[in-house]
């Protein structure tokens, strides 16, 4: 259950419902190391994604979404692509968008329809932020729909950004599961971030999870 969070969650960064500016790209590339219960702690499942951004202009951004806990089976891959429209002018304090997309989840047909939040503010000194984005998968075949929500908290620093992101997903037969997420990204120049954090799982007994990213602007 954890992995399919891991699989439907999106990467844990500032975009959420703010367009990207006209012709910027933003990459994200992340890996998490899993121990499931009564496994050895050298022998750990490893999830991989790619999540990239596209800024079209008149506040449209085109996006996908790609991962999977073993890249040699296409049954267990994700692919997802989407397009998000913000409603509200960038210069707003509040921002809210709408987004629709498609593609394949473990080897089946899905439809996505989501939904963004976003505000800046400061705290502690610092210029903060929190997302709240929601979306859901529909199942083109079965008929039934999957539903993730994602609440984040985030604050920039000198040389970095701080997060806190907790989600909540619902699979396609009905199965629920939350998990909290802290994170930290340095900016180590040029548009790059390194990112490592953990994913403790809040619903079942926690597997040990660390997660490791790099994210890159273009």
Request: glycine share 10%.
């Amino acid at each position: 259950m954890l992995m399919l969070v891991l699989g439907l969650a999106p990467i844990c960064v500032d975009a959420g419902s703010w367009p990207r500016e006209k012709g910027k790209t933003f990459l994200a590339l992340s890996a998490s190391a899993i121990w499931p219960e009564q496994r050895a702690i050298e022998l750990p499942d490893i999830y991989g994604s790619a999540y990239v951004e596209h800024g079209l202009g008149a506040r449209f951004t085109l996006g996908l979404d790609v991962g999977s806990p073993d890249a040699t089976r296409q049954d267990r891959l994700k692919t997802i692509a989407f397009l998000r429209y913000t409603v509200t002018p960038s210069s707003t304090k509040h921002q809210l968008a709408f987004d629709i997309g498609g593609g394949t989840f473990q080897a089946l047909d899905v439809l996505r329809f989501g939904a963004s939040y976003g505000t800046g503010f400061t705290s502690f000194e610092h210029n903060s932020w929190i997302t709240i984005d929601a979306h859901a998968l529909h199942h083109s075949t079965l008929r039934n729909i999957s539903l993730t929500v994602d609440a984040t908290y985030g604050v920039s620093l000198k040389r970095g950004k701080l997060m806190a992101q907790i989600s909540g997903f619902q699979s396609f037969d009905g199965r629920k599961t939350a998990k909290f997420s802290p994170s930290y990204a340095h900016d180590i120049g040029h548009g790059r971030h390194i990112e490592i954090g953990v994913n403790i799982d809040l619903h079942n007994a926690p597997d040990p999870t660390l997660k490791l990213g790099i994210w890159q602007e273009f």
